[in-house]
């Protein structure tokens, strides 16, 4: 029997296993969420032409990747009222879910919401920002336009736009980790749906090894006429219960993750 890895947590909201060693750069009210003609060309040229192609080859050959029920997505984009959406996914994979949420909504244009960390490195951090990363503020001015950007994509040029609201990443954890609804608050703001993609890990029968399914669901709507905090907590359970019943397909664990303190 192969032996499994085995990460001990402590805290399922807060630990990070990413071992990405990035010293974030600070996103104050000079960081530039617009980016003028400069994002708008290299959104063109990194995100369409290379990223779009490169992610279905690198989940393809790399992880056998198969989207389940994405056909609820195409249906929501031929509707002639459509409007941006806001995904939601569990985080298990740096790589695939840095390119999952763009096969799963293509041919929409795909913004994440993402730690500063994404635009902090060295090369790549210049380029995310075209790739859609969306990066968390660090004061009240920033957030001012950060909230900006948010509204712009979603309300404006009605992109989807991905959160992860699990917000750390956990290699091949194949459970849901309970997460807070904050995150919830923004389709309820701008009155947008909702739909969610559970990735799961499972056997690779043909080539061995072990491949990612994604399953996707809804779409859910903001309930109007109650409190904005029952809204988002409504929300935020009706996606949470949906990928806890997905993640029941995971039938490979690669890594086992035990608690520190019972140590079960």
């Not at 600070?26 to 003028?36: C, K, L, R, S, V």
């Amino acid at each position: 029997m192969e032996k499994r890895k085995v990460i001990y947590y402590e805290n399922e909201l807060e630990d990070e296993f990413a071992d990405d060693n990035i010293v974030a750069r600070p996103i104050d009210e000079n960081y530039d969420y617009d980016g003028g003609l400069g994002r708008k060309i290299g959104r063109f040229f990194y995100y369409i032409v290379l990223a779009k192609p490169f992610a279905f080859f690198y989940l393809k050959l790399g992880f056998g990747h198969r989207i389940v029920n994405r056909k609820i997505i195409k249906n929501y984009l031929k509707k002639k009222d459509n409007k941006g959406f806001f995904l939601y996914g569990n985080h298990t994979n740096a790589g695939p879910d840095a390119f999952i949420p763009s096969l799963v909504c293509f041919p929409k244009n795909v913004s994440v919401i993402v730690h500063p960390n994404n635009v902090s490195m060295p090369v790549l951090g210049k380029i995310t920002p075209s790739l859609g990363a969306i990066p968390l503020p660090d004061n009240k001015m920033a957030m001012i336009n950060y909230m900006n950007c948010v509204k712009k994509r979603v309300c404006e040029v009605k992109d989807c736009i991905t959160i992860y609201p699990e917000a750390h990443i956990w290699p091949y954890y194949t459970h849901i980790r309970p997460f807070v609804d904050k995150s919830f608050g923004y389709p309820v703001k701008y009155n947008t749906p909702v739909f969610c993609f559970t990735n799961t890990y499972q056997k690779r029968f043909f080539f061995g090894g072990i491949r990612i399914v994604t399953y996707v669901d809804g779409p859910f709507y903001p309930e109007e006429n109650i409190p904005i905090t029952e809204s988002r907590k409504r929300l935020r359970d009706a996606v949470y219960n949906t990928m806890v019943d997905r993640s029941k397909n995971n039938n490979v664990v690669k890594i086992v993750y035990k608690k520190k303190e019972t140590g079960i």
